[in-house]
């Protein structure tokens, strides 16, 4: 554990993916965020370096975790021109990336991180902050396989599931289908509770049905209740939902295929972007179905 350690982007998942390892006897020396009040007070709550930049952080890491929340925001900390990005300190160093963006944004940063002497590898969570606390992750990991075996312990340590998908990208396009999957079950029992709903069924009795038949999911077990009453607080939010369905999107489209569901999804969940509740839960959904909820 004499690694050095800094992450890049502390928000709900990486602060308490930061806040695990140091409990597991992990040296984090820096943290940084985009939004520098994050950045300083998980700093002070760590005993570390609130870093005024990603180069910061990978000059003073040699493992750099990064959290971040799109496509545009790796291509930031991993910029070519810019000096305060992550290449700037890259030889030597490994990058973990544990962003759910593009295949495509993935092969870049371990294209550019090799370049510059260091090694990189993606990450894709398919957990929530709950999971993130305890160390008890769902990890798939993309990139190269000796890279994957340098980075085993420390991932163990995040994960109670620790999975090698293949080659750069490959890990991306499962949590692409994973999410894609998920959202459409997210969409799919806010339509069955809202319509149960104004047809006057008991809700809690709906729902137990749903869990002893063919309805049955996950995402009943995680969002049914919160759908029902109303309570959308935020673990994996309906702006991601959106994002993720849309890379799922992308993909098919080159993959020459039609996906009408996820495309449907996909919409409902822009409608909540749109009316600036992108930042409840995917649960929040279901305030677009259920009568009188939305004007």
């Known amino acids: 554990m004499t690694s050095r350690i800094g992450f890049v982007g502390v928000g709900r998942m990486g602060a308490n993916m930061a806040r695990h390892l140091k409990d597991k006897g992990y040296n984090i020396t820096a943290v940084q965020d985009n939004h520098a009040p994050a950045g300083e007070s998980l700093a002070n709550e760590l005993s570390c370096e609130a870093a005024s930049s990603p180069a910061r952080v990978a000059e003073l ?74 160390g008890t992750l769902y990890l798939m990991c993309g990139g190269k396989k000796p890279v994957f075996e340098k980075a085993h312990t420390l991932l163990e340590a995040l994960s109670s599931k620790l999975l090698y998908i293949g080659p750069a990208g490959d890990a991306a396009r499962m949590k692409a289908l994973v999410n894609m999957v998920m959202n459409c079950n997210t969409a799919a029992l806010a339509e069955g509770l809202g319509l149960g709903d104004a047809l006057g069924l008991d809700l809690t009795m709906l729902r137990e049905v749903f869990g002893q038949t063919g309805a049955a999911s996950r995402v009943l077990e995680t969002d049914g209740e919160d759908m029902q009453n109303r309570d959308h607080e935020c673990y994996f939010s309906a702006a991601h939902a959106a994002k993720d369905s849309g890379i799922a999107l992308n993909m098919a489209q080159s993959a020459g295929l039609k996906l009408p569901l996820a495309q ?7 409608r909540l972007v749109e009316a600036d509740k992108g930042e409840l839960d995917k649960s929040g959904v279901a305030e677009l179905i259920f009568k009188g909820r939305m004007k």
Not at 264 to 270: D, E, L, V, W
């Open 264 to 270: 449907a999804t996909f919409k409902q969940y822009q």
């Open 61 to 134: 890491s040699d493992i750099v975790l990064t959290v971040v929340t799109d496509d545009a925001a790796m291509d930031e900390i991993f910029s070519e021109t810019s000096p305060s990005s992550l290449l700037a300190h890259a030889k030597n160093r490994l990058f973990i990336n544990f962003a759910t963006v593009g295949p495509e944004t993935h092969i870049k940063a371990e294209s550019l991180v090799e370049r510059k002497g260091g090694t990189n590898l993606e990450a894709l969570m398919a957990s929530s902050i709950t999971q993130a606390r305890e």
